[in-house]
Nanobody
Framework: QVQLVESGGGLVQAGGSLRLSCADS????????IGWFRQAPGNEREFVAQ????????FYADSVKGRFATSRDNAKNTAYLHMSSLKPEDTAVYYC???????????????WGQGTQVTVSS
């Protein structure tokens, strides 16, 4: 069974960068697409980025396009979300999720990480 563990969140100034990691301790990682979502207080969970099981296909929300990039290393059972030019409005809890298809809705993902806080100060 997929067990996702996230790391890499923290506090950063506007314009800065962070890299989030999403590791699968159960080693079934390369069977699944990985989605990245975020949720700010009072808001619904929103789609950020997605990468196919092979890593050959990615898709981004308009709000992060050109600033965020997702990648994966199936040999290390890990996916990454590289975030640059961060803005205060990027502040949220970020989640990675695994699913059998390339999706952009939370309901399309069966397995979720615990979330990691990203705070961008102005």
């Amino acid at each position: 069974q997929v067990q996702l563990v996230e790391s890499g969140g923290g506090l950063v100034q506007a314009g800065g960068s962070l890299r989030l990691s999403c590791a699968d301790s159960a080693r079934t990682f390369n069977r699944y697409a990985i989605g990245w979502f975020r949720q700010a207080p009072g808001n619904e969970r929103e789609f950020v980025a997605q990468i196919s099981w092979s890593g050959r296909s990615t898709f981004y929300a308009d709000s992060v396009k050109g600033r965020f990039a997702t990648s994966r290393d199936n040999a290390k059972n890990t996916a990454y979300l590289h975030m640059s030019s961060l803005k205060p409005e990027d502040t949220a809890v970020y989640y990675c999720a695994a699913g059998e298809r390339d999706g952009r809705r939370p309901s399309e993902y069966a397995y979720w990480g615990q979330g990691t806080q990203v705070t961008v100060s102005s």
